[in-house]
């Protein structure tokens, strides 16, 4: 499975809309899908699992959702600290892959 | 709180080996999937590696396979990555990663902050 992501870098103001997209090469199991978050110098922090569900701890102006084969990450008004880098995730029988990223700064 | 610490990183010249260990900590261990993710320098991330919470299923990417090996002691709580025949693009930030499974869906909750690995002459 191939993920393709975009737009690959996105600039937005803070208290905006910001939408994700990640489209798999072919059909994927929504529960095997997932959303990271990562800043510079950090590790990637889990935001969403199984397509649409927040992990523990994770704000709720983060959302997810699917539409066959397109996920969505959704943050509904952007914070200072939402500036990061976001990949999607599928967790594939044998094989996982991300998607290349996509960069979301401030405008 | 989870803790999960990776070790082994290094410089290394190409053709050459080296292991990163992960020690695991505050969580049952044995009871845990855990991955291998690596991220070259200003690049995207890559799955490297999955080992099933006994041992008894790994899995690889193709960039690796035949060259890396996964492996865990659960008596140790630890996770290890042999690596050989290095080559440049092995260059990264190696980090480990806690698999979870939550109401049928997948994540990894948990990571390392990661260990750098430098394949260079």
């Known amino acids: 499975v191939v993920l393709t992501q975009s737009p690959g870098t996105l600039s937005l103001s803070p208290g905006e809309r910001a939408t994700l997209s990640c489209r798999a090469s072919q059909s994927v199991t929504s529960s095997f899908l997932a959303w990271y978050q990562q800043k510079p110098g950090q590790a990637p922090r889990l935001l969403i699992y199984?397509?649409?569900s927040r992990a523990t701890g994770i704000p709720d102006r983060f959302s997810g959702s699917v539409s066959g084969t397109d996920f969505t990450l959704t943050i509904s008004r952007l914070e200072p600290e939402d500036f990061a880098v976001y990949y999607c995730?599928?967790?594939?029988?044998?094989?996982?892959?991300f998607g290349q990223g996509t960069k979301l700064e401030i405008k | 709180e989870v803790y999960l610490l990776e070790s082994g990183g290094g410089l290394v010249q190409p053709g050459g080996s080296l292991r990163l260990s992960c020690a695991a900590s505050r969580f049952t261990f044995s009871t845990y999937a855990m991955s291998w993710v690596r991220q070259a320098p200003g690049k995207g991330l890559e799955w490297v590696s999955t080992?099933?919470?006994?041992?008894?299923?790994?899995y690889y990417a193709d960039s690796v396979k035949g060259r890396f090996t996964i492996s865990r002691d659960n008596s140790k709580n630890t996770l290890y990555l042999q690596m050989s025949s290095l080559r440049g693009e092995d260059t990264a930030v190696y980090y480990c990663?806690?698999?979870?499974?939550?109401?049928?869906?997948?994540?990894?909750?948990?990571w390392g902050q990661g260990t750098l690995v430098t394949v260079s002459s």
């Open positions: 990663a806690k698999d979870c499974v939550l109401g049928g869906s997948y994540g990894s909750d948990y």
């Open positions: 995730h599928h967790y594939g029988s044998s094989q996982r892959t």
């Open positions: 080992i099933s919470d006994s041992g008894g299923r790994t």
């Open positions: 199984g397509a649409s």
